[in-house]
């Protein structure tokens, strides 16, 4: 079955960097985008960005430029996501989701907290 | 960007009510908006695509209508496992932007 897997649980420390992974798994990688989608603790949904994994191409929100990192490995179907320079503000589940070039995320994975704390 | 705005922010209802939600995009769209359900700790599932298109598997109650700047999602007869929490998005362009969600809760 069609499933995105997301790496586990982070606790960082403000202006340190994390790294989330989501492997893909049930239908061809190179066929789809893969959007990440972020959730602060009682708030709606943010739109970070977006990887073609065929080619690895990238579009990011103005409000990450600079501090995100999609990046992806098609030996493996896996799909990354770094952010730096954490910040409080940064405390949130991010999610993978994957669409056609329509851009409507069909297929999610589960999320994965990222808390920043000092 | 294109900005979404759904309205109500929250809303009350009953088992079986019908119930209505509206997004509106600060600029033109047309078909190019989905409407999301999340629940509590869960991730948003898809529910309707180009404006009015089901996804597949999403029950028939639930339908989508609208183009342009402005759309509805309809629930024709609530179920206990809609309460929710609902997200419009624009997917004419980037950055992809979603509405602020509306709460659907039990009366």
């Known amino acids: 079955q069609v499933q995105l897997v997301q790496s586990g649980a982070e606790v960082k420390k403000p202006g340190a960097s994390v790294k989330v992974s989501c492997k893909a798994s049930g239908y061809t990688f190179t066929s789809y985008y893969m959007h990440w989608v972020r959730q602060a603790p009682g708030q709606g949904l943010e739109w970070m960005g977006i990887?073609?994994?065929?080619?690895?191409?990238?579009s990011y929100a103005q409000k990450f430029q600079g501090r995100v990192t999609m990046t992806r490995d098609t030996s493996t179907s896996t799909v990354y996501m770094e952010l730096s320079s954490l910040r409080s503000e940064d405390t949130a589940v991010y999610y993978c989701a994957r669409s056609l070039t329509d851009n409507y995320m069909d297929v999610w994975g589960k999320g994965t907290t990222v808390t920043v704390s000092s | 960007d294109i900005q979404m705005t759904q309205s109500p922010s929250s809303v009350s209802a009953s088992v079986g009510d019908r119930v209505t939600i509206t997004c509106r995009a600060s600029?033109?769209?047309?078909?190019?908006l989905a409407w999301y359900q999340q629940k509590p700790g869960k991730a948003p599932k898809l529910l309707i695509y180009a404006a009015s298109s089901l996804q597949s598997g999403v029950p028939s109650r639930f339908s989508g209508s609208g183009s342009g700047t402005d759309f509805t999602l309809t629930i024709s007869s609530l179920q206990p496992e809609d309460f929710a929490t609902y997200y419009c998005?624009?997917?004419?362009?980037?950055?992809?932007?979603f509405g602020q969600g509306t709460r659907l809760e039990i009366k």
């Open positions: 600029q033109g769209i047309s078909s190019w």
């Open positions: 998005q624009q997917a004419n362009s980037f950055p992809v932007t």
């Open positions: 990887i073609n994994p065929s080619g690895g191409s990238t």
